[in-house]
């Protein structure tokens, strides 16, 4: 981990770090991101990007799903690492009639 789990996530909805390259300023910077994939009973598996120790430094995307939608490069190097660690399961919803 590379910055303090200022949202609470538990030890194993940790997946890892992943860094990127970014113009900030005018000047190109690597930046770092840790990564937490958590439950959430009624959306699925949801995602945090922590990218500072500020409480509110976070991306909260949302669920894998609109990650894999997503064009954001941060988000498509989250899902990589992701997929890495692990794998997801899909469920499908009940239908309503």
Excluded at 21 to 49: L, S, T
Excluded at 60 to 85: A, C, F, H, N, W
Aim: hydrophobic share 30%; charged share 30%; net charge neutral.
């Amino acid at each position: 981990m590379k910055f303090k789990n200022r949202c609470g996530h538990l030890a194993e909805e940790y997946v890892g770090t992943i860094s990127d390259v970014e113009k900030v300023n005018g000047e190109w910077m690597e930046r770092f991101y840790d990564v937490y994939v958590f439950a959430d009973k009624h959306f699925g598996h949801e995602v945090c990007i922590r990218y500072g120790n500020e409480p509110s430094e976070y991306l909260s995307p949302g669920t894998i799903d609109m990650m894999v939608r997503s064009t954001r490069e941060i988000y498509r190097k989250t899902m990589s690492l992701i997929e890495e660690q692990g794998f997801f399961v899909y469920k499908r919803r009940k239908c309503v009639s």
